[in-house]
C-alpha cells in the first residue's frame, strides 16, 4: 500500500541553526500538509501546498517556515532559524483530489525535532 | 480556541465489548470528519470518516456516528481487540468550494482494551 515516507525519523539541531526536513508524498496525491505535535499537545496544521504554491497557512508558519517541492517526489519543510520552541513531532500529509471535495489526509510517520 | 473536543483523555475497555470514543465540535461550518488512530513513535493511521451530509459511516468493525445538531460525533468500534489499544484523533476540516481544507484535531482520547 502506498505510504508518506519522511526523513530523518529524528533530528538534533542547535538553536539558530537551519533544518530541512523531507517528505515523499503518495505518488498520486496532489495536496501536500505539514503538521507538528508538540509534546503533550495537539496535532496542529502549518501549511498546505498544491500547484507549487502554499494555498493556506496557519499563524505558526511565520517568516521562519518555508516550503519547497524541489522534484516531482519529494516536499520540503524549511526552519531558518531553529528555536527552543520549534521542538515537536512534525508530521506530513498528503490527499488526492476527489470529486466530492473530501479530504482525507495521509500521515508520514514524522521527524522529531529537538532543537538544543 | 478549541474548536474540536475530545473530552476524555482516556477509555478501558475488555476485549470483545463495545468502545466508544467521542468528539464535540463548535464551528457549525465544518463538513468532513475524521478519526486517526496513532501508535506511539508512528503517524496518525486514517481510520474512518463521514460527511456533514450523512450521519452514519460504516467499515467493519467501526462505524462513525454524526448528530449535526449537537455537534458531536462518535467512533464505535464492535468487538474491541488489544490490537485497537491506541491514541484515537477526531479531525474536523472545511472543504470550501472542493479545495483541500487543513485539519483541525482534537487532544485525542487514549484507548486500552484489556484481554
Known amino acids: 500500500e502506498p505510504e508518506v515516507t519522511q526523513t530523518p525519523s529524528h533530528q538534533v539541531t542547535q538553536m539558530g541553526q537551519e533544518v530541512i526536513l523531507r517528505c515523499v508524498p503518495i505518488?498520486?496525491?496532489?495536496?501536500f500538509y505539514w503538521y507538528r505535535q508538540i509534546l503533550g499537545q495537539k496535532v496542529e496544521f502549518l501549511v498546505s501546498?498544491?500547484?507549487?504554491?502554499?494555498?493556506?497557512k496557519s499563524e505558526i508558519f511565520d517568516d521562519q517556515f518555508s516550503v519547497e517541492r524541489p522534484d516531482g517526489s519529494n516536499f520540503t519543510l524549511k526552519i531558518r532559524s531553529t528555536k527552543l520552541e520549534d521542538s515537536a513531532m512534525y508530521f506530513c500529509?498528503?490527499?488526492?483530489?476527489?470529486?466530492?471535495?473530501?479530504?482525507?489526509?495521509?500521515f508520514g510517520p514524522g521527524t522529531r525535532l529537538t532543537v538544543l | 480556541d478549541q474548536q474540536v473536543k475530545q473530552n476524555s483523555p482516556s477509555l478501558s475497555v475488555q476485549e470483545g465489548r463495545i468502545s466508544i470514543l467521542n468528539c464535540d465540535y463548535t464551528?457549525?461550518?465544518?463538513?468532513?470528519f475524521l478519526w486517526y488512530k496513532k501508535y506511539p513513535a508512528e503517524g496518525p493511521t486514517f481510520l474512518i470518516s463521514?460527511?456533514?451530509?450523512?450521519d452514519k459511516n460504516e467499515d467493519g468493525r467501526f462505524t462513525v456516528f454524526l448528530n449535526k445538531s449537537a455537534k458531536h460525533l462518535s467512533l464505535h468500534i464492535v468487538p474491541s481487540q488489544p490490537g485497537d489499544s491506541a491514541v484515537y484523533f477526531c479531525?474536523?476540516?472545511?472543504?470550501?468550494?472542493?479545495?483541500?481544507?487543513?485539519?483541525?484535531f482534537g487532544k485525542g482520547t487514549k484507548l486500552s482494551v484489556k484481554p
Open positions: 464551528n457549525s461550518m465544518f463538513d468532513y
Open positions: 479531525a474536523a476540516s472545511l472543504n470550501y468550494g472542493g479545495s483541500q481544507g487543513n485539519l483541525i
Open positions: 463521514i460527511s456533514s451530509i450523512k
Open positions: 501546498f498544491y500547484n507549487n504554491e502554499i494555498s493556506e
Open positions: 500529509a498528503s490527499s488526492e483530489i476527489v470529486s466530492t471535495g473530501t479530504d482525507t489526509q495521509y
Open positions: 505518488s498520486n496525491h496532489l495536496y
